[in-house]
């Protein structure tokens, strides 16, 4: 059975940082393409970034994330990270990793930014 679970969201206050993990099971998630999106209330859930897969390409993040969040992989742990650094209010959220080959999501995990 495949399956992602997010973890790692909390309060932080402006300007910190958080990292959120997205464990896999079931499948390697080094062989694809695994992508962060987060949906802030009353909004549309959004792509945040991506990590491939098999093609030779380093992770992507959205422009208004870009220098204060990074995404990268632990083979080992067959965990994706989404490092979030100087974070704002407007980063509040609920952060999700998908994984498009079998249209899989996790069950999200709460960031709010707030002082």
């Known amino acids: 059975q495949v399956q992602l679970v997010e973890s790692g969201g909390g309060l932080v206050q402006p300007g910190g940082s958080l990292r959120l993990s997205c464990l896999a099971s079931?499948?390697?998630?080094?062989?694809?393409?695994m992508i962060w999106y987060r949906q802030a209330p009353g909004e549309p859930r959004y792509r945040v970034g991506t990590i491939f897969g098999t093609r030779d390409a380093p992770p992507d993040v959205v422009d208004s994330v870009k220098g204060r969040f990074t995404i990268s992989r632990d083979h080992a742990e067959n965990t994706v990270y989404l490092q979030m650094n100087s974070l704002k209010p407007n980063d509040t959220a609920v952060y999700y990793c998908?994984?498009?080959?079998?249209?899989?999501w996790g069950q999200g995990t709460q960031v709010t930014v707030s002082s």
């Open positions: 079931g499948f390697t998630l080094s062989a694809y393409d």
């Open positions: 998908y994984a498009a080959r079998w249209n899989l």
